[in-house]
């Protein structure tokens, strides 16, 4: 997974937001961001392998990602808080 948040956040935004402890028993891992911070305060909610991006510095496997993400068909200003889109998908 890829998050970007540098381009549209203009506060201390979370790239991850488990926020309470009935989220539970997930994984995040093999994730590229661009924010540091996150909020991980459920229940057996392991976070690893986390690449935080400086510079604008996407490694290659990042860049692939991005890539292979995307929508079919015009999609205009998405934001991920207003649409749900299923599949991969590269916000920027």
């Keep these: 997974n890829v998050f970007s948040n540098a381009s549209f956040c203009t506060d201390d935004c979370e790239w991850l937001h488990i926020w309470t402890e009935s989220i539970h028993d997930i994984q995040t891992h093999d994730c590229f961001t661009d924010t540091a911070t996150q909020k991980v305060a459920g229940t057996r909610t392991a ?3 986390i690449t935080v991006v400086k510079g ?3 490694p290659a496997e ?3 990602i991005m890539r292979g993400a995307g929508t079919t068909g015009h999609v ?4 991920a808080s207003q649409h749900h889109v299923d599949g991969n998908l590269a916000f920027d």
């Design 62 to 64: 990042a860049l692939d």
């Design 76 to 79: 205009g200003a998405l934001h």
């Design 47 to 49: 976070v690893f392998n």
């Design 56 to 58: 604008g510095r996407w």
